[in-house]
């Protein structure tokens, strides 16, 4: 009991009335004569027991809400008019890597709110409005929906769903925003994306092969076939001359299609990841020379000349089978596009940086930008005959481009069209031990 200055007190107490539990509010003043002196007490009592059973109901309704927002598994923020946040529960602050005294306080707005939209805009972000209507006589709130990441955390995607509440004039009285972790959906969602890429990619080698096999594989074969079938058929009225005419050009079909074939193996290996990668220390020239038997015999049956500027002493850390078919693939093309009595140049530098930068170089027909821009897809079709008809698929760039890059080099090229073309490749230079 508290009694005032005034000889005022106030009180609670229960009493059982007509088998009921009746809490009541006693309130007891003093009554004093004229020398001051208490001579009686008022007692007043008021019924409260509606007040406490509403407030009990009301404390019980508040620790059922608190135990909800804190054991579901959803992230909740309750933020006022402007955008002051004022409540928020466990899993909202795990989301956004906060503390509550962090967060309390803060605004959507700040800069230590750390969270942006997918797109890298911050928050709100490019969101999605969506107009819905409480009931037909009250304003119309709009619902902000979007996906969202925590900075701490690039690894968490948050789709966030921040829905206002209006007072009866239509202005925001708080705004409760939810916050769903899709991380899980969002990789599996990476996961699909990387495997359509896959599965175009598949789709395109397929129709490569199926090309290849129907037309630049057919027709070497044809031809070969052909010039045979003139040689057995025609032989007795054949001149010695006309004989080593279809001869050099049997053994010209014989030698594309050998490439071909050759390029197709090095291929369904690549396609299949059957190909191994074993670098080591070796000079460029020797690599390069153990190539050009076959390549020569290309160049001088087109009268085209052959020029190396390649130290001896000009080593490089690679797989040598693979930079074989690279430097193979790149002189039978520069052979095929360059016109009778051109000039091919090979070169090779070091760069200084732990690399090797080689050349080859060609007065050949050239290359337009459209050509250039899709020389080393296998999804696009570049291929094209060369000066003297000779067959062409693009599959041999494709294949430089993988070995080279496997090697950690890259490839490149420059030309111009009617002028020739220059392919650039760098490779590692000699690997020292520690």
């Known amino acids: 009991m508290l009694i005032d200055a005034s000889g005022r007190s106030e009180y609670e107490d229960s009493f059982l009335l007509n088998g009921e539990v009746k809490t009541f509010l006693i309130i007891d003043q003093c009554l004093k004569n004229e020398k001051e002196e208490n001579y009686a007490i008022l007692s007043s009592a008021l019924d409260i027991t509606a007040r406490i059973h509403s407030e009990h109901l009301l404390k019980e309704s508040e620790e059922k809400f608190r135990y909800l927002i804190e054991t579901m598994q959803i992230g909740m923020l309750i933020q006022g008019p402007k955008a002051e946040i004022l409540l928020s529960n ?20 700040d800069p230590e709110w750390n969270v942006i939209h997918e797109d890298g805009s911050p928050f709100p972000g490019n969101t999605r409005p ?47 925003s939810l916050f769903l972790d899709i991380s899980e959906r969002k990789h599996a969602e ?53 004989i080593q005419r279809l001869t050099r050009s049997m053994r010209d ?7 071909l074939l050759e390029n197709l193996l090095e291929w369904s290996k690549l396609a299949q990841g059957l190909i191994t990668f074993n670098p080591e220390n070796v000079f460029l020239l020797p690599i390069l020379k153990s190539n050009l038997s076959l390549i020569k015999g290309l160049a001088d049956s087109k ?94 760039l494709f294949i430089c ?14 030309s111009i069209e009617g002028v020739g073309s220059e392919f650039y490749f760098t490779l590692p230079s000699v690997k020292r031990s520690i």
């Open 253 to 259: 079909s014989a030698t594309n299609l050998y490439r």
């Open 303 to 396: 009268g085209i000349k052959l020029t190396i500027d390649i130290a001896k002493d000009l080593e490089v850390y690679v797989d040598c089978n693979m930079l074989k078919s690279v430097f193979r693939n790149l002189l039978s093309n520069a052979i095929k596009f360059t016109p009778r009595g051109g000039k091919i140049t090979l070169s090779a530098i070091d760069t200084g940086n732990e690399s090797i930068k080689v050349c080859i170089k060609d007065t050949g027909i050239g290359m337009n930008k459209d050509i250039i821009a899709n020389l080393f897809r296998i999804d696009e079709q570049t291929g094209r005959p060369g000066t003297e008809g000779e067959p062409s698929t693009g599959l041999g």
């Open 90 to 109: 466990s899993k909202a602050l795990e989301l956004l890597g906060l503390t509550e005294s962090q967060l309390l306080g803060m605004t959507s707005h």
């Open 401 to 414: 481009k993988d070995f080279i890059e496997t090697n950690n080099g890259r490839i490149w090229v420059k």
């Open 190 to 242: 990476s996961i699909i994306q990387n495997q359509n890429q896959e599965l175009r990619k598949l789709n395109s080698v397929k129709d490569k092969f199926f090309s290849i096999i129907g037309h630049d594989l057919k027709s070497p074969i044809s031809s070969f076939i052909g010039l045979t079938d003139i040689i057995v058929n025609k032989q007795e009225s054949l001149t010695l001359e006309r």
């Open 130 to 176: 969506v107009s819905r209507s409480i009931e037909s006589r009250k304003p119309v709130r709009d619902v902000v929906m979007g996906v969202y990441r925590p900075l701490h955390d690039d690894r968490i995607w948050l789709l966030v769903n921040a829905e206002p509440q209006l007072n009866d004039e239509g202005n925001i009285k708080q705004v409760v």
